[in-house]
């Protein structure tokens, strides 16, 4: 079932779960249509994404929030804990690492990687840098699974070809340079610069 779940759904119902983190401070129960305006959704997309989870909310009283969350959490985080590697601590990649700090339980940051030797060896943000030599074996011993690409764009396919070759299965790339597909490896595009330029655009 997971498989076959779509992107845009995955992101809905993390958008949910963030959203009902604020709501449960000032109140028990939300009904789909209010969970779909707080969300910038509609209530029949609600109920359905929620269906996906296996919760079903009460007719008079809406969804239990509490209940709601943990059903989320349960389809959304994994098992056991993920651990995480940062490569590029410059200033987008230091920026990461200090937000990315106690953000989620089930997802742990182990190290960051960097060839700037006034990095290496030292913790920023509270994370390890290593070299990238390193990244292989501190991939390897660490059992890491997810990698973030945050370098300079000329390393980026470089990078990803490391992370894979050490047993990442899914990647998360703030470069401007895609990533190229890969068997069997989910990657995320995050294109800021992109962003910024659309934005820039629409104002017009």
Do not use: W
């Amino acid at each position: 079932m997971i498989l076959k779940m779509s992107e845009k759904k995955i992101e809905r119902l993390s958008l949910y779960r963030r959203r009902l983190y604020v709501e449960q401070k000032s109140r028990d129960f939300i009904f789909s249509h209010d969970l779909a305006k707080i969300a910038n959704s509609n209530a029949a997309q609600v109920r359905r994404d929620l269906m996906s989870v296996g919760y079903a909310g009460s007719t008079k009283k809406g969804y239990n929030i509490k209940l709601l969350i943990k059903h989320i959490s349960d389809f959304l985080d994994p098992e056991f804990r993920e651990n995480v590697v940062i490569v590029g601590a410059g200033n987008l990649g230091r920026a990461l690492l200090t937000f990315f700090k106690n953000r989620q339980a089930k997802l742990c940051l182990v190290a960051a990687f960097d060839t700037d030797p006034k990095k290496v060896g030292r913790d920023i943000g509270g994370t390890k840098c290593f070299h990238t030599d390193e990244l292989a074996s501190v991939i390897s011993e660490r059992n890491v699974k997810i990698g973030v690409i945050s370098t300079n764009e000329s390393a980026t396919e470089e990078v990803a070809e490391k992370m894979v070759a050490a047993g990442i299965r899914s990647i998360i790339n703030f470069t401007c340079i895609p990533v190229k597909a890969i068997p069997g490896v989910f990657v995320e595009q995050v294109d800021i610069t992109a962003s910024f330029e659309k934005a820039a655009f629409f104002t017009k």
